[in-house]
């Protein structure tokens, strides 16, 4: 085997690829991870929300584009572990009704080619390497499972205790979100997480988040026959003259090409990234973009109805770890109206630093730290359709996102559900400020890190791009494992079905290696 060659690369560490190369590591394949950033530096500016929010120290330098060709930064980060290291880490399942048709007031969600019965065992697999604590059976919208999380629920502080209080008082039925945290609340000064009030946004310096790098690059590397090469970003792939095999990975790696080979080669770059690599690899054999006969790549991309609201609680309220309560009451709808809505989650707690951001200096730092004293913070999420037209185009060096949001009156009605609330919860009645800095969220189309759906799969070629086992429908040794292959969004957070996801797909590759690899894999430490 020459020196550049591989029996699989995988491109890009976030929950995707970071996912599938820990799953592949102990079979003793020689896996090469690609990643385009580097490791994050681990200093005091992770917990500094000035640096984080404000200064965007650790946002990618890109320039993208709107539908108007109008500039714009995305909220998007490049490192090992991917934007996991920034994540707020509410790891929620999909709904099973979400793997169906759901009917919305803009049109129907597809259903997905495999079922909820499909994902549930890798949903269990994905919570247990993830960490999750969570409370099963608390969420009224949540399938069901026999078996519990694998850690109790994140306990809520006094305040948050409060909210679901009141809440239950006014009819609805809260419950503990599930978080991937190592928290061990039974044994404080034993436990790696030590519940601070910089973790939703923000990476986290004591490596107690289950972010990707920790949760799997780090143990995937401690396998010899795993190689990561950070700072690599890929340019294109290229394919045999059939067109049926990707032959050559290019990579530009400190101003120098480089070029790599594998058997399989994986693609997990993000929805946009992912989406952006095949357009760029298109040649002779595939005009359209690589593996693009169906016209789906880039297209149908869905970041969700995402909104992050401040309503102001009449007492102080002195939380640091806020992120542990969600209401899905109104995800299918409210019954007054007959849509679904969607789902609430807290937000991480917000300080004045961020305000400042967010205020462009034009409130006095006394106003500010009075907000921040009195800020309960809420995260909204709608469902958005697949649209043909919502979709990722090359644009010079950089990418253009046109996006027309669907679904707004549910997120409207759901916003309007909280704001009915808000006397209920202690809360000025009326009041509910947008927060912008949360996910870059100045323009809409800058809100990127829910991105899925753009390399959709499918059981037909002619509308889908990749197969059930999100592999290319026209490249035989292609595999798209990240946010991608989502056919609808759903209304939850989308990490941990991505998780899940990769798992599955890390099983049907380990079949298809077969026993290529597995003697070699006796020889192995596991993970
Ligand atoms: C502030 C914030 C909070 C969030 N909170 C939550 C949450 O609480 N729960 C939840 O479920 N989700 C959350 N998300 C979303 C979550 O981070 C994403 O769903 C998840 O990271 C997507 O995984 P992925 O594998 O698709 O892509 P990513 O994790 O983005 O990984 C893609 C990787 O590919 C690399 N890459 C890109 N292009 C190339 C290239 N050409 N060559 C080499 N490498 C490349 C990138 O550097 C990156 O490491 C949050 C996101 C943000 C930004
Ligand atoms: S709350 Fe825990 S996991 Fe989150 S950043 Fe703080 S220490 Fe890390």
Redesign the pocket.
């Given at each position: 085997m020459s020196e550049d060659r591989y029996d699989v690369i995988v491109?890009?560490?976030?929950?995707?690829?970071?996912t599938l190369a820990h799953a592949l590591a102990p079979s003793g394949a020689r896996i090469l991870l690609?990643?385009?950033?580097d490791f994050l530096p681990r200093e005091r500016d992770n917990w500094n929300s000035e640096a984080v929010f404000v200064a965007n120290k650790y946002k990618a330098q890109e320039t993208w584009y709107d539908k108007h060709g109008k500039a714009f930064h995305p909220?998007?980060?490049?490192?090992?572990?991917?934007?996991?290291k920034?994540?707020?880490?509410?790891?929620?399942r999909m709904r099973e009704g979400d793997f169906g048709e759901v009917r919305h007031e803009d049109g129907t969600s597809p259903r997905w080619p495999l079922s909820y019965a499909d994902f549930a065992p890798w949903y269990r697999q994905a919570e247990v390497l993830y960490h999750v604590h969570g409370q099963r059976g608390a969420d009224p919208t949540e399938p069901p499972d026999p078996s519990p999380y694998p850690y109790p629920p994140v306990s809520h502080e006094p305040r948050v205790q409060e909210l679901a209080d009141d809440l239950g008082r006014a009819g609805l039925r809260p419950f503990p979100l599930p978080l991937g945290v190592r928290l061990n609340e039974s044994d404080i000064p034993h436990s790696s997480c030590i519940r601070c009030d910089t973790c939703?946004?923000f990476p986290c310096l004591v490596s107690a988040k289950s972010d990707?790098h920790v949760t799997c690059v780090r143990p995937a590397l401690a396998h010899p026959n795993v190689t990561l090469m950070t700072n690599?970003?890929?340019?294109r792939l290229d394919t045999t003259a059939s067109g049926r095999e990707v032959s050559r990975v290019v990579v530009s790696q400190g101003g120098t090409r480089r070029q790599f080979a594998a058997d399989i080669v994986v693609v997990?770059?993000?929805?946009i990234?992912s989406a952006a690599?095949l357009l760029r690899s298109a040649s002779e054999q595939h005009s359209n973009g690589l593996g693009n006969r169906s016209d789906t790549v880039g297209r149908f991309y869905m970041c969700h109805n995402n909104s992050a609201l401040l309503a102001i609680s009449r007492k102080p309220n002195p939380t640091r770890f806020q992120k542990t309560l969600g209401v899905n009451d109104f995800y299918w709808g409210d019954g007054a109206w007959d849509y679904p809505l969607g789902h609430i989650q807290m937000l991480g707690k917000t300080d004045a630093a961020m305000f400042k951001g967010e205020t462009h200096g034009l409130l006095p730092r006394r106003a500010l730290d009075e907000l921040a004293r009195h800020s309960l913070d809420f995260w909204l999420t709608g469902e958005d359709l697949p649209r043909p037209d919502n979709r990722i185009t090359l644009a010079g060096e950089g990418l253009q996102i046109s996006y027309t949001p669907t679904n707004q009156e549910a997120h409207q009605r759901l916003t309007d559900k909280l704001r009915g609330l808000l006397r209920a919860i202690g809360c000025e009645p009326s009041i509910l400020v947008p927060r912008e800095a949360?996910?870059a969220k100045r323009l809409p189309v800058a809100a990127t890190?829910?991105?899925?759906g753009t390399v959709r799969f499918g059981n037909d070629p002619a509308t889908s791009a990749l197969d059930v086992n999100c592999r290319s429908h026209e490249v035989d040794n292609l595999y798209v494992v990240?946010?991608?292959f989502f056919a609808s969004s759903s209304a939850v957070?989308?990490?941990?079905t991505?998780i899940a996801n990769a798992l599955r797909v890390a099983a049907h590759l380990r079949e298809r290696l077969g026993s290529a690899v597995s003697a070699a894999a006796q020889q192995m430490p596991s993970a």
């Open positions: 491109i890009g560490t976030g929950a995707g690829g970071g690609l990643e385009r950033g909220g998007i980060h490049y490192c090992v572990g991917g934007n996991t920034f994540y707020g880490a509410v790891l929620l939703d946004g990707a690599a970003t890929v340019e997990s770059c993000g929805a990234n690599l949360y996910f890190g829910h991105q899925n990240d946010g991608s957070n989308p990490t941990l991505i």
